[in-house]
Structures are given as structure tokens and as C-alpha cells.
């Protein structure tokens, strides 16, 4: 495996990105982490945001090894989004299926506005057209594993993200 991003590099950029996010949020969100790859991301993240948070998870399944297949919704959140602002969180925006899908999810239950934060873009394979709010880095269109990505739920815990 080949580091794409280190671990200094990641921490810095959360840094921003919590920063961002407590300026414009500044009466609170509601933050919507999409398992299982947000965890890393997410929990590092939440740390950084200095404005009142409310955090809840949904769990879809978009991949099959290295293809993404159907969206299929594991679990849905729990919390009443209804009038709030949400700020989706994952680790990776690449075909944009997955976070189309959850953000459509939020508007139908009647939150005030969704926007989306994403350690990783990945431009180049969007078959979906949306876009990141808050962006970590952009990446070619490499399959990567760490910081959260998974091949296989295998590479999650690496503290960096890497090309497999």
C-alpha cells in the first residue's frame, strides 16, 4: 500500500473543517454519520466543532468489494430531523449514490437543510451529480482503505489513508 494522506496532514484538516463548521453553525446541527466509514472521521471531527451538536448515525451498504452496487438502508437515524439543520459526515464522496440517497432520506423527513462533510472527494467517479459542502482533500479515482475505508470491513483502523 502506497500512504495517500498521513496522519498530520488528516489532523490538520480537521481541524479546518471543525473550525468551518462551528463558524457557520453557530446556533447548533444535527450531524449524520453514515456508518460504518464515518466512525474514524466523525469521531475526530466532533471534537473540533465548537457549537452545540446532535449526533445520530444512519447505516447503508453501497459496496461489494471494490464495486458499488444498489444502496441498500441497514438502519435509519433515530433523532427527529424535522425543521433542523443536518450536516451528513462520511469518510468519502466518489460515485455520489450513497450520500444522494441519505440526503434525500433527511429532506423527505422535513429537515430545514442538509449539507454534506467528507474527508474525501472523489470527483472523477461521480455517476451522481452532487457535491461536498466541507471537503477534506480530493483524490484521484484510486480505490483507498484507512482512516475508516474498508475493503471487505478489512483496513479501517489504519491511521492514514492509503491506495490498496
Known amino acids: 500500500m502506497k500512504v495517500l494522506i498521513n496522519q498530520k496532514q488528516i489532523k490538520r484538516k480537521v481541524k479546518e473543517l471543525g473550525e468551518q463548521i462551528t463558524k457557520d453553525y453557530p446556533n447548533g446541527v444535527v450531524i449524520v454519520g453514515i456508518l460504518k466509514g464515518c466512525t474514524l472521521f ?18 447503508v451498504k453501497s459496496y461489494n468489494g471494490i464495486r458499488s452496487d444498489t444502496i441498500k438502508l441497514i438502519c435509519n437515524t433515530t433523532y427527529n430531523v424535522s425543521s433542523k439543520d443536518v450536516l451528513i459526515v462520511d469518510d468519502i464522496i466518489d460515485t455520489g449514490k450513497t450520500i444522494d440517497f ?41 480505490f483507498v482503505v484507512g482512516y475508516g475505508l474498508d475493503f471487505n470491513e478489512q483496513y479501517r483502523n489504519l491511521p492514514v489513508v492509503a491506495v490498496l
Do not use: H, M
Open 102 to 142: 441519505v440526503k434525500k432520506q433527511l429532506l423527505r423527513r422535513g429537515a430545514r437543510s442538509v449539507k454534506v462533510c467528507v474527508l474525501l472527494d472523489k470527483e472523477e467517479a461521480r455517476k451522481v451529480p452532487v457535491k461536498a459542502d466541507y471537503v477534506g482533500f480530493r483524490i484521484p479515482n484510486v
Open 42 to 59: 466523525l469521531s475526530d471531527l466532533i471534537r473540533e466543532v465548537k457549537t452545540d451538536c446532535v449526533i445520530d448515525f444512519i447505516w
